[in-house]
């Protein structure tokens, strides 16, 4: 990604990274800005915490060109944020970002490349890439020294299983993630929650230094927790997804979900990534009420592969591909027979005949083809736009 801005800005563009959080940002603010700026680069950070002088000053740079790399949050999509000359847009944990709000950033400039990277594609991202709307790079390596992390599926009779592992690990001097699905108790919905947990883990393992950790806490709470358990002064951190992605404690080496059965693929597998990030045997324990065909098979696959592409193809078949001119991101295309898993070989020779038409013929202008563009231009109209965005 940061080949590809250089690029960018060689060859006069503005480039923009967008971020899911404000923690994921700033880690690669602090990546990049060494990099480029020992090149002459401008880069700067744009999230909802900056202060609003360094805020107007930003986006004044940003609008007369003298900002060369723009990396923030949601904060970069509001209607005053504007670009001298966008040409690169790069998203990074794509899957946090709706269809909408990814076109949002594209729209700042006129026809921007776009870059979009995950560990685990939503369904439409990868039916995109799939059938030919998408080129795809994969990095199938992980980091020097790293292993796979051991996942393990506990019912909930089974939990204190899973917990005995957490206490052998915490033993031995390493710390420990648990991961609730709510912040508070629920009337509606009969699930543990991250207060809960943390309470019942101070009072069954007293030893232990439990600290808790959840959206709704304000920003200098979040940080001062999660400065904590990097330092090592606690040794598990109940919380809820707010740790999904931007969390680095290299000696965090088990996470336990709870209620697992109530997470997505993506999501857990993200989470997965949490741990094991130092080297050695790492686990991953979802607990879980193992109720219904679609949460057990999700779980399963979890269990048998730590691929995020094998798990993103299995997440596409489960959920379906959602809309390529349209907003869902996942859910059953309208289509009466035709499904795109089963029938990839007609796909692919669709796409073929496709790219040659476009190749001779790229605004269907041709009398011939007069038909099929005022097909296509009552059928999707301004929707068309969407398919640029992965």
């Keep these: 990604a940061g080949v590809a801005a250089e690029l960018a800005i060689r060859g006069g563009y503005q480039a923009a990274l967008l971020a899911p959080t404000e923690v994921l940002a700033e880690q690669h603010l602090r990546t990049l800005s060494g990099w480029f700026e020992a090149r002459g680069r401008s880069v700067t950070l744009l999230t909802a915490s900056v202060p609003t002088r360094a805020k107007r000053a930003a986006k004044a740079a ?96 089974q939990r204190d299983e899973a917990y005995r592992l957490v206490a052998e690990q915490v033993a031995q001097g390493r710390q420990a993630f648990v991961v609730y699905p709510l912040v508070e108790e629920s009337e509606k919905l009969d699930l543990a929650s991250a207060t809960e947990g943390a309470a019942e883990l101070t009072a069954r393992f007293s030893s232990w230094r439990v600290g808790l950790l959840h959206g709704r806490m304000k920003a200098d709470e979040k940080d001062a927790v999660m400065s904590a358990f990097r330092a090592r002064e606690l040794d598990v951190l109940v919380s809820t997804t707010v740790i999904e992605v931007g969390v680095d404690v290299p000696n965090a080496t088990v996470m336990v979900v709870e209620s697992a059965e109530r997470f997505g693929l993506s999501q857990l597998h993200q989470l997965r990534g949490r741990v094991g990030r130092g080297g050695g045997r790492a686990w991953c324990l979802l607990v879980a009420a193992l109720q219904g065909e679609a949460a057990t098979a999700r779980l399963a696959v979890m269990e048998r592969t730590t691929d995020g592409f094998v798990i993103a193809d299995e997440d596409l078949r489960l959920r379906g591909p ?25 796909l692919e020779i669709a796409r073929e005949e496709a790219l040659r038409l476009v190749e001779k013929d790229p605004h269907l202008e041709a009398p011939e083809h007069a038909g099929l563009r005022r097909a296509i231009e009552e059928r999707w109209g301004e929707r068309l736009e969407l398919t640029r965005i992965g």
Excluded: N, W
């Excluded at 959602?322 to 007609?346: C, H, I, N, Y």
């Design 322 to 346: 959602g809309e390529f001119l349209g907003t869902r991101q996942s859910g059953l295309p309208p289509l009466l027979v035709a499904d795109f898993a089963r029938d990839a070989d007609l």
């Design 62 to 157: 940003l609008a007369c060109g003298e900002i060369d790399l723009l990396v923030g949050t949601h904060a970069m999509l509001q209607e005053d944020v504007a670009f001298g000359r966008l040409g690169l847009v790069i998203v990074d944990e794509q899957h946090r970002f709706g269809v909408l709000q990814r076109a949002a950033l594209v729209q700042k400039g006129v026809h921007p490349d776009v870059l979009v990277m995950t560990a685990t594609p939503i369904p439409r991202t990868l039916a995109m890439a799939l059938y030919g709307d998408l080129d795809v790079s994969v990095l199938d390596e992980l980091p020097p020294g790293r292993t796979p992390v051991e996942t393990r599926v506990f019912p909930r009779r």
